[in-house]
């Protein structure tokens, strides 16, 4: 059965790729996914995806750990998110605007301080081959999965019961459908949205930080394309449900791996247009669960982009 | 009669003249303060990394505005910054955020290019103005989708206009590396070259291309439209207060989706520009984030078109000072993009002083 895979090939790097290249799309949608049921979007996580993923690659180079690295992505893209909830806090403040000012930062400062990572090469996070059974070399590549993928997967799981099961997490579901409600209760509207913004900006580092040690595994500047921007589309998909944010996430990413896919079987035409497949799709998801009328169903009552 | 209301006319006059300044002066000041702050922020940044603050400013300076040469160079990177700003400015009249400035350069250049390649022997004003047409077509659909999804299916703008943009970057590669691509090329990737009589030549006397006259002028013509006319005014009610403007009966779709358009076909003539007055056809170059810079260019003019002239200067200067620090400071040509990024987020958050008393009424 290790003949050639044929046409066959496509589905399969397919998979292999959706797990892939879902993985930073599953960070950075369940930290959008928290930020927003508090009733803020940050538009900002682009920013946070390079600045994480440069930060994990120097400190993996600098300190030979890559896992190192993924922590510090953390504390770096927490600290973007709570630059961003200190700033919206502010009376009068926009958090699209916001949101723009820090994509803009955060690649500028991670270009500026990424300078000297260009060219050394970190040592990556490991793998977990789950397809060690398999003699078909195409099919156990595929099932090479990256231990964060596994992490973004509980973390879903953990999000889920948070948001639906505890007291806080109804309280900053509170603070997403009505501030008022969450003052009468007796808490800071703007204290919970501060938190969860700083925690799904760290979500969002840990997702920069599997761009530069896992896949495609090196630090760039043209690293990330947008997908801190489709995390935000994506919520809308997933219905601002963890879960959700899963299945969507896998979606993107077979998506994405549309173009390499092709490519691995010599379709080399359009190389370009299929790399645009996850854009189309996210603007085409967009265009068909909008309605100028209503709000959509499970958006969190106060958040200003689905009005 | 008539002689007491020409008095009071007379009387009025320099009043209303000192209103108006004092308003533009209160206008102006959080934003004089944010750039202020920016460049003490800055100045802690660079001390952090290494480089004496002192001596970055002074080759800004240097590089952008001290000696001719360098205003030129200034000059020439203002001028696509002119019209790409106003792909954010205009819209945000109307209270929408469009980012999407950079796929209208690409587009446009885009279409400059390949129109250009047949037009060869066409005469200067005609393949010009179709050229230019084609570009700004092409812009124009391009944010013009963005303000019709808003408007017809409440897709936020935002998002849809950065995500056309990439998907315009993506076909612009694609034909660019592809169909329209030079075969004599190698190293870089470009469409055929335009004929050289069909580019837009430079203002008498120095290096900087007409392309920055038709900015200016294009930024003071919206000016006007904003300001003086009823497009204008109606565009400003809608962005005031939407509800109230659609009570009023306002076509609302309309406005959005004309307003969209011409900021589209602004961003698109700003790449048509860069083809026909500096490259002579399209290629990666177009794609260098102008797009990027234009955004911060609207919301530091705040969205007044007259004002994007003077910030658009400055920022041509930034840009045009990046390689000096470059090459003197050995400073990464990231230095700039921190810089913008300060710069944006202090802006955003002087939006709070806005409107309380600095001159004490």
Known sequence: MSGDLGLWAVPVAMLGGAIRVSTPYIFVSLGECLTERSGRINLGLEGTLVLGAMSAYGIAYLSGSPWLGVLVAMLAGALLGGLHALLCGLPKVNDIAVGISLMLFGTGMAF??????????????????????IEQPELRAALEINPLFVVGILLALALTWFLGRTRRGLILRAAGDSSE????????????????????????????????????????????SGQGLMAIALVIFARWQPIRCIWASLLFGAAGALGPALQSVGVTWGYYLFGAAPYVLTLGIMIATCSPTRSLRGAPAELGVTR | MSVTTAAGVNAERPAALSEKLRAAAQAAAP?????????????????AAGADPFEVYEL????????????QNT????????????????????GLVIIGGEGAIVFGGLAAAAIGVVLIDTPYVPALLLMAAAAMVS?????????????????????????????????????????LRDPASLNKPSTASISDHHMIGTIPGTDVHWGLAIGVVVCLAMAVLM???????AARMVGGNMRAARMAGLPIGKLVITTCAMAGAAGGLAGMIEVAAIHGKANAS????????????????????????????????????????????????????VLQGILFVVLLASETLRGRSLFGR
């Open chain 2, 60 to 71: 800004i300076w240097t590089g952008a505005f001290a000696s001719w040469f360098s205003l």
């Open chain 1, 181 to 224: 409600a969450v003052r009468a209760m007796g808490y800071s509207a703007e204290t919970m949205r501060f938190t969860a913004t700083t925690a799904g900006g760290a979500l969002a580092g840990i997702g920069g930080a599997f761009l530069s040690l896992y896949y495609p595994g090196s630090w760039n500047e043209g690293l990330s």
């Open chain 2, 139 to 179: 812009g124009a659909a391009l944010i013009a989708l963005a303000g019709w999804l808003r408007h017809a299916r409440g897709v936020n703008e935002t998002i849809s206009s950065l995500l056309l943009t990439y998907i315009a970057i993506a076909v612009f590669n694609h034909l660019v590396e592809g169909p």
């Open chain 1, 112 to 133: 500026f301080l990424g300078k000297p990572f260009v060219q050394p090469k970190a040592p990556n996070l490991p793998s977990i081959p789950l397809g060690w059974w």
């Open chain 2, 286 to 337: 177009l794609n260098t984030g102008y797009g990027y810079t234009g955004i911060l260019v609207a919301f530091l003019a705040r969205h007044e078109p007259a004002a994007v002239i003077p910030v658009a200067i400055l920022f041509g200067g930034i840009n045009a000072a990046g390689g000096l620090l470059q090459r003197r400071m050995d400073l990464p040509d990231a230095t700039v993009l």
């Open chain 2, 75 to 94: 000059l020439l990177r203002a001028a696509p910054l002119l019209l790409v700003a106003l792909c954010t400015a205009l819209p945000a009249r109307l």
């Open chain 2, 31 to 47: 934003t004089l303060f944010a750039v202020l702050v920016t460049a003490v922020i800055f100045a802690v940044f660079l001390f």
């Open chain 2, 227 to 233: 300001r003086k006319t009823t497009f204008g005014f």
